[in-house]
């Protein structure tokens, strides 16, 4: 089945009540938000490495952190951020989303024998964000009030965001964690490329067999 991603976000946009004055919001926040990125992103993935149930994901078969893994997540995080704040209900960005969640319910050959991440912990991580954000908002904007309908605006979108994350998952049931390569077998970070051809094949899909309706011929 193939489902029309843009119009079940701008449905469950409405359904939330995002509006276009909320959007304008998220976008009037960008400059403060991005100027603190670099926080954002560390405080994320400083949080992840607090718990052995998501530190895993970011380990050495020796158990060591895995700084290049660390460092391209954060990257991947921060053009995340930007997008979102760019945000608009078009083809490409539900897609994108989407995939980020087929990615994690379904890892890599690669790091396949960490199993996936847990559903669990991209709500729990969403929530991390919201407080984040509201903190920085409350802490950079004269006007209280303000930060408080900016930080209402970021709490619709991040859970609009949700759903179509959570839908990449298809099944709450996960990807169990396998025995790790032998030491000596290079592992080599394939994510990126696959993130690509998940988005490739998703988004062909959906331009080859999606209707007006949302669903396939």
Same mark, same amino acid.
């Given at each position: !089945?193939?489902?029309?991603?843009?119009?079940? !976000?701008?449905?469950?946009?409405?359904?939330?009540?995002?509006?276009? $004055?909320?959007? $304008? %919001?998220?976008?009037?926040?960008?400059?403060?938000?991005?100027?603190?990125?670099? $926080?954002? =992103?560390?405080?994320?993935?400083?949080?992840?490495?607090?718990? #052995?149930?998501?530190?895993?994901?970011?380990?050495?078969?020796?158990?060591?952190?895995?700084? =290049? +893994?660390?460092?391209?997540?954060?990257?991947?995080?921060?053009?995340?951020? +930007?997008?979102?704040?760019?945000?608009? %209900?078009?083809?490409?960005? #539900?897609?994108?989303?989407?995939?980020?969640?087929?990615?994690?319910?379904?890892?890599?050959?690669?790091?396949?024998?960490?199993?996936?991440?847990?559903? +669990?912990?991209?709500?729990?991580? *969403?929530?991390?964000?919201? =407080?984040?954000?509201? &903190?920085?908002?409350?802490?950079?904007?004269?006007? #209280?009030?303000?930060?408080?309908?900016?930080?209402?605006a970021w709490n619709k979108l991040l859970m609009l965001q949700l759903d179509v994350?959570?839908?990449?998952?298809? =099944?709450?049931t996960p990807t169990p964690a396998t025995e790790p390569p032998a030491p000596d077998v290079d592992e080599p970070d394939a994510e990126p490329?696959? *993130?690509? +051809?998940?988005?490739?094949?998703?988004?062909?899909? &959906?331009?080859?067999?999606?209707?007006?309706?949302?669903?396939?011929?």
């Amino acid at each position: !089945m193939i489902f029309d991603w843009p119009t079940r !976000m701008q449905q469950m946009a409405d359904f939330m009540g995002f509006s276009e $004055e909320d959007l $304008e %919001l998220v976008r009037a926040s960008g400059p403060i938000l991005l100027d603190r990125a670099d $926080e954002l =992103t560390s405080a994320v993935y400083d949080h992840f490495l607090q718990f #052995p149930q998501t530190a895993r994901f970011f380990l050495t078969l020796e158990g060591e952190i895995d700084q =290049t +893994r660390l460092d391209r997540r954060k990257h991947s995080l921060a053009r995340w951020l +930007r997008h979102s704040i760019d945000f608009q %209900l078009d083809e490409q960005f #539900p897609v994108f989303l989407l995939a980020m969640g087929v990615v994690h319910s379904n890892p890599s050959l690669e790091r396949g024998y960490l199993g996936s991440v847990p559903a +669990r912990f991209m709500i729990g991580t *969403m929530s991390f964000a919201q =407080t984040a954000f509201a &903190n920085i908002l409350l802490e950079e904007m004269s006007d #209280p009030v303000q930060a408080l309908r900016t930080s209402s605006a970021w709490n619709k979108l991040l859970m609009l965001q949700l759903d179509v994350l959570l839908a990449g998952y298809v =099944t709450e049931t996960p990807t169990p964690a396998t025995e790790p390569p032998a030491p000596d077998v290079d592992e080599p970070d394939a994510e990126p490329q696959g *993130m690509r +051809r998940v988005l490739t094949n998703i988004l062909d899909g &959906n331009r080859a067999n999606g209707n007006a309706d949302g669903h396939s011929e």
